[in-house]
């Protein structure tokens, strides 16, 4: 059975509805025809994703989200780790003037259609991707109590 799991790296996390959220987002894995097996959520740092960043991309860029795709086989389902930086989603929902819990959720999303073959390199992807963000959020935000 499909599982997802959150956890913290280098501070404590907590937010509302996680059981909502976990079958959620398993909903989109189903809604995308993209089999899950397992997804670890990480909350972490900007400096714990800046290193991860650099390590493993090369990257000397912070970032809100990393997605480590550990799939070896589509046929028994997606194992993914997706580390997302809280204070950047901080910082995002700021910019974006959105709420924090708002910006989380696009992100969380937005790591999920990662794993379902989004991509978002070019503006036609950004586009699609930013579309599919929307419409999860607000499908989301109607189940919420």
């Known amino acids: 059975m499909a599982s997802i799991y959150f956890h913290t790296a280098d501070r404590p996390f907590h937010f509302s509805h996680k059981k909502l959220l976990k079958a959620f987002l398993l909903g989109i894995f189903t809604q995308e025809q993209t089999l899950a097996q397992r997804v670890d959520y990480i909350f972490c740092s900007d ?6 960043n650099r390590q493993f991309l090369q990257h000397e860029t912070y970032t809100d989200i990393l997605t480590f795709d550990l799939t070896e086989t589509r ?23 959105t709420t924090f819990q708002e910006e989380l959720l696009r992100v969380m999303i937005h790591g999920v259609l990662h794993l379902c073959g989004y991509r978002d390199k070019t503006k036609p992807e ?10 999860y959020i607000n499908a989301f935000e109607e189940k919420l109590p």
């Open 47 to 52: 400096d714990h994703l800046f290193v991860l």
């Open 75 to 97: 046929a028994t389902g997606v194992v993914a780790e997706i580390y997302i930086s809280t204070d950047r989603v901080k910082e995002n929902a700021i910019q974006h003037d």
């Open 126 to 135: 950004q586009t699609l991707m930013r579309e599919k963000e929307a419409i």
